[in-house]
């Protein structure tokens, strides 16, 4: 599939003109950026399809109180770029995309999710909306009012972020074992910061592992739950990056480490849940230079989309699958730490080949 494919979108996207107000935001690289403004309902929205090579994209729909548009068009853009390298590295048959919605999710109206479900579904499947922060299954239900593109909607099957955290725990291990020769978490020292629906699952599970926790939260009431059921040490927000422990894992939002706070970080290894937690590709460098060990993010956070991707594929709710499938996460670590090493590169630039050549692969085989 080729960005070529967006034109069938266009006459759709023309027939919503009335109501709605959708630019085309042009940037080099990216397979189509629309903003998407409907007055009636006060949703202000971008969607970013980054890559569709190798098929359509599946990405989540984070809702956050933006500044500014720009501030919003550039978390967009770095999301969906992401995405496209989780998909790619994880072997999915799907691309990279990602949406916003800049608004407070406590204020987001149901009518304002209904707009967006008619906005994205415009787009015909080339976009599948998922859970992102400020986004929960409740949202995804009112949005799927509009549109069937959506994933991860349904209360009985659950959303992806265990699956996510589940994935996490994978290269935890692997990452452990590289520095320490083990795998085992009991008695190592993990930070957690953000503790939402892939942190509070990863604290659960690393506890059962044996791990020390430590964690913070904006919100005292999920640091105080942890505290209370995991035993964990809650530290303020602004400590928890810089604490001395064997991991650190950030799971709230992205750009947390930048080259102005990387010298203050204690932790043996960086391997955490969200996406973008480097601010730039020289921040893995200095990592590196450091003897700090990063699990590059969107190779060990992509379970929840494996996992919603295998169900999708399969047409059926197959969990065992979907965390057989998440668990291969460990292997592609694995190998992406022995390519850094003999190439000597960072391991971030080691995810990067993989991706670079999984993208070629999917071009040469879309031109036969
Ligand atoms: P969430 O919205 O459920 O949880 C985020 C948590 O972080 C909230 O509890 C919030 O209070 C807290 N938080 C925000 N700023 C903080 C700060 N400065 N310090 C400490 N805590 C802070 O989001 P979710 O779904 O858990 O996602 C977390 C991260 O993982 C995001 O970056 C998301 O993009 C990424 N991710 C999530 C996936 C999923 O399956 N949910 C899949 C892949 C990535």
Same mark, same amino acid.
């Given at each position: 599939?080729?960005?070529?494919?967006?034109? $069938?979108c266009?006459q759709?996207?023309d &027939?919503?003109s009335?109501?709605? !107000?959708?630019?085309q935001?042009?940037?080099?690289g990216f397979?189509?950026?629309?903003?998407?403004? $409907?007055?009636k309902s006060g949703l202000?929205?971008?969607?970013?399809l $980054? #890559?569709?090579t190798?098929?359509p994209?599946? +990405? +989540?729909?984070?809702?956050?109180?933006?500044s500014?548009?720009?501030?919003?068009l550039?978390?967009?853009m770095?999301?969906?770029? &992401?995405?496209? $390298?989780k998909?790619a590295?994880s072997?999915?048959p /799907?691309?990279?995309g990602?949406?916003?919605?800049c608004?407070?999710s406590?204020?987001?109206?149901s009518?304002a999710?209904?707009?967006f479900?008619?906005?994205i579904d415009?787009?015909?499947g080339?976009?599948i909306? &998922?859970?992102?922060?400020g986004i929960g /299954?409740?949202?995804?239900q009112?949005?799927?009012k509009?549109?069937?593109?959506?994933?991860?909607?349904?209360?009985d099957? %659950?959303g992806p972020?265990?699956?996510t955290?589940?994935g996490?725990?994978?290269?935890?291990?692997?990452?452990l074992? !590289?520095?320490?020769?083990s795998? =085992?978490?009991k008695?190592k020292? /993990?930070?957690?910061q %953000?503790?939402g629906?892939?942190?509070m699952?990863?604290?659960?599970?690393l506890?059962?592992?044996?791990a !020390?926790?430590?964690v913070?939260?904006?919100?005292?009431?999920?640091?105080?739950?942890?505290?209370e059921?995991?035993s964990?040490?809650v530290? =303020?927000? #602004?400590?928890l990056?810089?604490?001395p422990?064997?991991?650190?894992s950030?799971?709230a939002l %992205?750009?947390?480490?930048?080259e102005?706070n990387?010298?203050?970080?204690r932790?043996? /290894?960086?391997? +955490?849940g969200?996406?973008?937690?480097l601010?730039?590709?020289?921040?893995? #460098?200095?990592?590196?230079?450091?003897?700090?060990?990063?699990?590059?993010?969107y190779?060990?956070n992509?379970?929840g989309?494996?996992?919603?991707?295998?169900?999708?594929?399969?047409?059926v709710?197959d969990p065992?699958?979907?965390?057989?499938?998440?668990?291969?996460i460990?292997?592609?670590?694995?190998?992406?730490y022995?390519?850094a090493?003999?190439?000597?590169?960072?391991?971030m630039?080691? &995810?990067?080949l993989?991706?670079a050549?999984?993208?070629?692969q999917?071009?040469a085989s879309?031109?036969h």
């Amino acid at each position: 599939m080729t960005s070529s494919t967006l034109e $069938h979108c266009f006459q759709a996207l023309d &027939a919503l003109s009335e109501e709605f !107000q959708i630019e085309q935001i042009e940037r080099p690289g990216f397979a189509g950026i629309f903003s998407c403004m $409907h007055a009636k309902s006060g949703l202000e929205a971008i969607l970013s399809l $980054h #890559d569709l090579t190798l098929g359509p994209a599946l +990405g +989540g729909v984070r809702c956050y109180p933006y500044s500014s548009q720009n501030e919003a068009l550039s978390d967009v853009m770095n999301l969906s770029r &992401a995405m496209t $390298h989780k998909a790619a590295a994880s072997g999915l048959p /799907i691309g990279g995309g990602k949406s916003v919605l800049c608004a407070e999710s406590s204020k987001l109206s149901s009518t304002a999710l209904r707009a967006f479900g008619r906005f994205i579904d415009a787009f015909s499947g080339q976009y599948i909306a &998922a859970k992102d922060v400020g986004i929960g /299954i409740s949202e995804l239900q009112e949005i799927r009012k509009a549109t069937e593109y959506v994933a991860g909607w349904s209360r009985d099957i %659950g959303g992806p972020s265990k699956f996510t955290a589940w994935g996490v725990v994978a290269g935890i291990e692997v990452s452990l074992e !590289q520095v320490f020769g083990s795998s =085992s978490c009991k008695g190592k020292t /993990i930070a957690i910061q %953000g503790l939402g629906g892939v942190g509070m699952a990863l604290a659960e599970f690393l506890f059962w592992k044996g791990a !020390q926790l430590i964690v913070s939260d904006t919100d005292p009431q999920k640091a105080r739950f942890c505290a209370e059921r995991f035993s964990a040490q809650v530290v =303020s927000k #602004d400590a928890l990056l810089f604490v001395p422990c064997d991991v650190l894992s950030p799971c709230a939002l %992205g750009g947390v480490l930048f080259e102005e706070n990387i010298g203050s970080v204690r932790a043996k /290894i960086v391997a +955490g849940g969200a996406n973008n937690i480097l601010a730039s590709p020289q921040v893995a #460098d200095e990592m590196d230079k450091r003897g700090i060990l990063y699990a590059p993010d969107y190779i060990i956070n992509a379970g929840g989309l494996i996992r919603l991707v295998t169900e999708k594929l399969a047409g059926v709710n197959d969990p065992l699958q979907g965390k057989c499938r998440v668990e291969e996460i460990a292997s592609t670590l694995r190998s992406i730490y022995d390519v850094a090493r003999v190439q000597k590169i960072s391991t971030m630039a080691a &995810a990067d080949l993989l991706v670079a050549e999984r993208l070629r692969q999917g071009r040469a085989s879309n031109a036969h």
